[in-house]
């Protein structure tokens, strides 16, 4: 079962950052954060990870809270082609299932 | 890199047809490949996980012989719908995951739409 629930919708202009919440207030020591955007029939696409630091890449930033309790996505300049659903999944080191939730629909308008 | 192919992209076919779904990884090794499914408007749910050299193991209410899965070598992993009916119409995707570290990301295919006549 998802471990993670985000808001179901948000809008964001283009060229503004898009900040995507997810909490995760069970999550254990030992599980990550992983972050995935689903376009319109198409697979998943993996964005961004993290265990408790702040990571970035050429995609996006993950910023989780010390507590671990709850993370955010930001895209730091929207364009269009963002407009996707957007996955915060929490899982084990040791395990390798993912459990997807509801997932935050973005919509990025001109 | 990490770039996981589906094939095929899209099948029709008429009810009782079993229809089978393949999966590789094809840059890389994965011991581990999982199926998934999707139905319109909802979230992707976790079907059976397909271990290399071993028997899938199953998401509870799902059918094994109904979906078989079978991982023969460490880039590929097939699902076979067995006589497939409309209400097996979905999304089925498929991921894998590096081999090595433990928290490395799934990468995902680009899904087989499957429709039942």
């Known amino acids: 079962d998802a471990k993670t629930t985000q808001p179901t919708s948000m809008d964001c202009a283009e060229g503004r950052a898009a900040n995507l919440p997810c909490n995760h207030s069970?999550?254990?020591?030992?599980?990550?954060v992983y972050w995935y955007r689903q376009i319109h029939s198409q697979g998943p696409q993996y964005i961004i990870h993290g265990l408790k630091n702040n990571e970035t890449n050429e995609m996006a930033s993950l910023i989780i809270t010390e507590d671990r309790k709850s993370s955010t996505l930001i895209l730091p300049h929207a364009t269009l082609r963002d407009t996707a659903v957007y996955y915060c999944i929490v899982r084990a080191d040791n395990f390798n299932k993912f459990y997807f939730g509801s997932g935050t629909k973005l919509n990025v308008k001109p | 890199g990490a770039v996981v192919s589906q094939h095929p992209s899209r099948v029709i076919c008429k009810s009782g047809t079993s229809v089978k779904i393949e999966c590789r990884s094809l840059?890389?090794?994965?011991?581990?490949m999982f199926w998934y499914r999707q139905f319109p408007k909802q979230s992707l749910m976790l079907m059976a996980t397909?271990?290399?050299?071993?028997?899938?193991?199953?998401e509870q209410g799902v059918e094994k012989d109904k979906f078989l899965i079978n991982h023969a070598s460490l880039t590929l992993s097939t699902l076979t719908v067995t006589s497939a009916h409309p209400e097996d119409s979905s999304f089925y995707i498929c991921?894998?995951?590096?081999?090595?570290?433990?928290?490395?990301?799934?990468?995902f295919g680009d899904g087989t739409r499957l429709s039942i006549l």
């Open positions: 069970t999550i254990s020591g030992n599980e990550y």
């Open positions: 840059d890389f090794q994965a011991t581990t």
């Open positions: 991921s894998a995951r590096v081999l090595g570290t433990g928290h490395q990301p799934q990468h």
């Open positions: 397909s271990n290399e050299g071993s028997k899938a193991t199953y």
